[in-house]
């Protein structure tokens, strides 16, 4: 076994594949804290995360942009599956900042069918903000049904459940600081 999973034990065997070791991560992310700082130059923009997925890379993310800036938080829970195919997510945390007439910066970990960021953006956009943009550090265009313009992309994936960098599997290895596949075993557990 490599050294990085090695060195988180338990969690480090239960990962069959790293697919984004931590290190080209954190320079991807770089490139979009440069970009970003660019782009929102004299702007200062709020950037908002949604909890928890969005915790790590935000984190890093906000080092990597050098322009003065804000953030803010909201958290949505997930009902069922079934429910969040039919476009209903509950807000459970809101913002505390206002947006209207604010250049707001929206921080995804992963988009997948895009419901969930889908129903976000449209209450947002209802509080009319001076301009909403998307970043998102996951893209898997494959089971994509809503169209959501991404301004600013870290990695395109696989059709491949994943975890890692804030993506859990049952609340567990969002602490580790690279994406991996987990074995089809622990999937069954
Ligand atoms: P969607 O875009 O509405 O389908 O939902 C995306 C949400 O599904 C994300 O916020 C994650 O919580 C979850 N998700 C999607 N793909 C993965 C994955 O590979 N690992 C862990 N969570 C995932
Ligand atoms: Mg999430």
């Known amino acids: 076994m490599d050294d990085a999973r090695k060195a988180y034990g338990s969690m480090g065997k239960d990962i069959q594949d790293i697919l984004i070791p931590a290190e080209t991560l954190q320079k991807r992310i770089a490139d979009l804290g440069r970009q970003i700082s660019l782009d ?63 250049h707001v910066l929206f921080l995804e970990d992963v988009i997948d069918t895009g419901l969930t960021l889908n129903y976000i953006l449209q209450n947002l956009r209802a509080r009319q903000p001076a301009s909403l ?41 969002r602490n580790l600081p690279f994406i991996g596949v987990l074995n089809a075993e622990v999937l069954k557990r």
């Open 133 to 173: 943009e998307v970043c998102v550090l996951f893209n898997k265009p494959e089971h994509r049904l809503i169209n959501i313009p991404l301004k600013y992309k870290g990695f395109d994936l696989p059709d491949q459940f994943v975890v890692g960098y804030g993506l859990d599997y049952r609340e567990k290895y």
């Open 40 to 102: 929102y130059l004299g702007l200062n923009p709020l950037v908002v995360g949604v909890l928890k997925g969005v915790l790590f890379f935000m984190a890093d993310l906000l080092r990597n942009i050098t322009i003065p800036m804000e953030m803010d938080f909201i958290a949505v829970s997930s009902y069922s599956a079934e429910a969040r195919d039919q476009g209903y997510v509950r807000m459970v945390k809101d913002l505390e900042t206002p947006i209207h007439g604010r």
